[in-house]
């Protein structure tokens, strides 16, 4: 593909959610909080609850020297609008459940990916897995005349 495709698929792609995510102005923090509140522990969380850990947590970032200004009221409603929650209210249910967008769930694995740490296949390692693999072979033969050889 030539750069000017390139280029253009950039552009276009810049102005999804998920970009908008990682280049957002607290991407670091919002990333963090995200992860935390809607991806580590809980998938889809009620109203109520949200706001009340966002609150929580954003105070507690306050308190290490975070410059993070506005409520959670705020950020929820934030969040909704640039596509990183989604809402809905299911059936009989009395309030409102958020869950991360497909967008936010990207942009979070993207990071995760950068920090994973890449091991190093070095030819001594390649060499036992490839003896292991070759004994495991040999180990599930179905021919009992083989195996014995």
Known sequence: MKPEL???T????????????????????????????????DRILPSSVLHQRLTIELD????????IAGTANYYVSSWL?????????PEGAEEEEFELSTAALQALRLVSALQTSRAVATESRLSLVMDQLSKLAQD????????LE
């Open 6 to 8: 390139y280029a253009s």
């Open 10 to 41: 950039y552009e276009r792609l810049r102005r999804e959610p998920a970009w908008s995510l990682l280049t957002a102005q607290l991407a670091p923090q919002v990333l963090a909080l995200l992860q935390h509140l809607l991806f580590t522990t």
């Open 60 to 67: 507690e970032l306050r308190r290490q020297g975070r410059d």
């Open 81 to 89: 609008r640039e596509g990183w929650l989604e809402r809905r209210l």
């Open 140 to 147: 599930t033969d179905a021919n009992p005349e083989s195996r």
